[in-house]
C-alpha cells in the first residue's frame, strides 16, 4: 500500500513536468523480485536577458509476475521562453516481456506528440525477441543484448496549410541494450535503436542515448545524451537533433 500512495503523488507530479523521450531501459538495473518505481527529473530555468523554463520528468512501473515483466511509463516535456509556451509534449508506454531464461519475447505499445517535430500524435504497437549475448555479475545486472521486431506506425503531422498529414508504415526495429557498472557506484546504461521503414529502407531512424550513473542506495544522479536521426522527414525540420541533460532519479 505505501508503494501504491508514492506511485500516485509521483504520478501528480509527472502531470506537472517531464520528458518526451521514453528510456524504460534503464529500471532494469532496480527491478527486484517483486515491483519497481523509478521516477528522475531534469530541469533548466533561466532569468534575466532571457526567461527560460524546461522541465522533463519520467515515471516508470515495472513489475515481475512469474516469468513476466510489465513496464508501465509516463513522461512529458515542458519548455517556455519569455513566457510563451514552446514545447508541451506527452509520451506513454506500455511494455510486456516474457522470458526464456536470459532472452525475452515482447510486445508493446506507445502514443506520444513532439511540438519540434509538427508532431500532432504517434500511435506505435508491435512486438520482436530480445537475445542476451552477455551477463555478469550474480544479478546479471551487467549484460549485452540485441533485438529485432516489427511495429505498426500511425503518425499525424501538422502542417502550414492547417491540413494534417497523416503516415501509416510498418517498420523494422533493431535494437541493442546494455549496462555496465564499474567503478563502485557508477554504471553505465546504453540504449541504440535502428527502425526502418517496411515499403522503402532508404526510410530509417536512429536514436541512441548513453546514460551515465552515480547511485547510492535508491537515490542517484546521471548525465545523459539523446541522439536522433531520421532520413526522410515528413515535414520541414532538421535531420537531426541532440541534446545533454543532467537529472536526478529516485527508485522505490
Do not use: C
Request: glycine share 6%; no cysteine.
Amino acid at each position: 500500500m505505501k508503494k501504491l500512495i508514492v506511485f500516485f503523488w509521483l504520478l501528480g507530479l509527472s502531470l506537472g513536468y517531464s520528458q518526451s523521450i521514453i528510456n524504460t531501459e534503464s529500471i532494469l538495473k532496480d527491478i527486484d523480485s517483486t515491483s519497481t518505481i523509478n521516477f528522475n527529473i531534469e530541469g533548466d530555468l533561466k532569468y534575466g536577458n532571457i526567461k527560460l523554463i524546461e522541465l522533463n520528468n519520467q515515471l516508470t512501473y515495472a513489475k515481475k509476475i512469474g516469468g513476466n515483466l510489465i513496464r508501465l511509463s509516463l513522461g512529458q516535456e515542458y519548455l517556455e521562453e519569455d513566457d510563451e509556451k514552446l514545447a508541451n509534449d506527452w509520451v506513454g508506454q506500455a511494455r510486456f516481456n516474457h522470458y526464456l531464461g536470459l532472452n525475452s519475447i515482447f510486445a508493446f505499445a506507445q502514443m506520444q506528440n513532439a511540438v519540434s517535430l509538427n508532431l500532432k500524435s504517434r500511435y506505435l504497437f508491435g512486438g520482436g525477441y530480445r537475445q542476451n549475448l552477455y551477463s555478469g555479475k550474480k544479478d546479471n545486472s551487467n549484460y549485452f543484448d540485441l533485438s529485432a521486431g516489427v511495429f505498426r506506425e500511425l503518425e499525424t503531422y501538422s502542417q502550414e496549410n492547417d491540413a494534417d498529414l497523416k503516415i501509416k508504415n510498418w517498420r523494422y526495429s533493431f535494437s541493442a541494450f546494455s549496462n555496465f557498472n564499474f567503478y563502485k557506484n557508477f554504471s553505465l546504461n546504453t540504449s541504440v535503436y535502428y527502425q526502418l521503414n517496411s515499403a522503402n529502407l532508404e526510410d530509417a531512424r536512429f536514436f541512441v542515448e548513453p546514460r551515465l550513473y552515480y547511485k547510492l542506495n535508491n537515490f542517484g544522479i546521471y548525465l545523459t545524451n539523446r541522439y536522433r536521426y531520421h532520413s526522410t522527414p515528413y515535414v520541414p525540420v532538421k535531420r537531426e537533433d541532440q541534446e545533454y541533460l543532467f537529472g536526478l532519479e529516485v527508485s522505490l
